[in-house]
């Protein structure tokens, strides 16, 4: 069992900042490529920003520049630090893990955590 847990959602102002955190707890091996997803009702869900194990790192162009995504692999968690946030940045941040749940390569699975709330002001 993998458990995917998001925080640091919330209400901010136009021009301001939030940082996300997503900590996996569970049972696994190790966790491959984690990264942040968007979505608004009515709307696809978009992906946000990725990074690998290694910490290569890719975002969507919407948020280049003003988002930055990284992890402690030592605690199993990734972070979304969203700077200048505007309207458009509303919307639920959902948390995704590439996890390996046990020493064979095709226990790899994708996992998803249940959503935090970003709302931005303008």
């Known amino acids: 069992q993998v458990q995917l847990v998001e925080s640091g959602g919330g209400l901010v102002q136009a021009g301001g900042s939030l940082r996300l955190s997503c900590a996996a707890s569970g049972s696994f091996f190790s966790i491959n490529d984690m990264g942040w997803a968007r979505e608004v009702p009515g709307k696809q869900r978009e992906l946000v920003a990725t990074?690998?194990?290694?910490?290569?790192?890719n975002y969507a162009d919407s948020v280049k520049g003003r988002f930055t995504i990284s992890r402690d692999n030592a605690k199993n968690t990734v972070y979304l630090q969203m700077n200048t946030l505007n309207s458009e940045d509303t919307a639920v941040y959902y948390c995704?893990?590439?996890?390996?749940?046990?020493?064979?390569?095709?226990?790899?699975?994708?996992?998803w955590g249940q959503g935090t709330q970003v709302t931005v002001s303008s």
């Open positions: 995704n893990a590439e996890v390996r749940r046990t020493w064979s390569r095709d226990s790899v699975r994708n996992y």
């Open positions: 990074i690998t194990s290694g910490g290569s790192t």
